[in-house]
DNA sequence: TCTACGATTTACT
DNA sequence: GTAAATCGTAGAA
């Protein structure tokens, strides 16, 4: 009889982010995704990553968010969903780009996620520089992580709180405040006095992150 | 319709 | 450090 190995992943704490986690201010909301995790099942393979830097866009006044000045679009509309759906886009004709939203409905605001640390498990044969080389090359990155979790439009307005294929839960870490680094958004020049908003977070010292 | 360009990544000088 | 890749969409006409 297996009474030993009653495996310890039954002791982690597993629980789904709800609706009312998302429903807060999205300055609160993307600082406290740190250290959250992202599930995401293809089949029945399942992807896991802990979130280490996340962006927050705040439309309609923040020239930089995809909502400045309250505009509706095609692309955009899924911004103005109420808290924990998918926005999702391309850029540069090549990359996916996974933001969260926020807030309650019909107010654009989201949390771009930008870099996840891959939980990677039963890597005994791998060296550890290569594994940590090839693990922050997976999502290290938000068009990298969408590339890794294989997100593309299909789950544009996707409710993050009722999918089967991708949630995000709280397992239980807190980061402290005195290792939340909080820095300008990257790729947004255009938006004038915005692009200086340090609204950009990470982990300190997490060695997934994008860019210091 | 037509045109310009981007919430990035990668390769190369 | 600089530049190319690559295409859906926003905004103009």
């Known amino acids: 009889m297996e009474k030993t190995n009653k495996t310890k992943s039954q002791k982690i704490k597993r629980k789904k982010l709800q609706r009312d ?6 300055l609160k909301v993307a600082q406290e995704l740190l250290g959250k995790y992202i ?11 802990k979130i ?6 705040i439309g309609p006044r923040d ?7 309250g505009k509706v679009t095609a692309r955009n509309k899924a911004e103005y969903l109420e808290g924990g759906h998918c926005y999702i886009y391309l850029v540069y004709g090549m990359y996916w780009q996974f933001n969260v939203t926020t807030e309650r ?6 949390v771009l996620i930008r870099a996840l640390e891959p939980i990677i ?7 550890k520089d290569s594994s940590d080389k090839e693990r922050r090359n997976l999502a290290g990155g938000p068009g990298k992580l969408c590339r890794w979790l294989k997100l593309d439009k299909s789950f544009y307005g996707e409710d993050l709180t009722k999918s089967e294929r991708l949630w995000l ?7 402290k405040k005195s290792q939340i680094v909080k820095a300008k958004r990257i790729g947004i020049d255009y938006a004038r006095e915005w692009k200086e908003k340090p609204w950009r977070f990470y982990i300190k ?7 210091y």
Do not use: M, W
């Open 52 to 57: 280490v830097e996340t962006e927050a866009y």
């Open 105 to 110: 409905e019909g107010k654009p605001e989201c």
């Open 169 to 175: 839960e709280d397992r239980g870490e807190t980061i």
């Open 63 to 69: 020239k930089a968010s995809h909502a400045f000045g």
């Open 21 to 26: 986690f998302f429903n807060q201010p999205t």
């Open 205 to 211: 010292g997490n060695k997934f992150v994008s860019r």
């Open 121 to 127: 498990e039963n890597q005994k044969s791998v060296s």
């Open 39 to 49: 599930v995401r099942k293809i089949g029945s393979r399942i992807l896991t990553g």
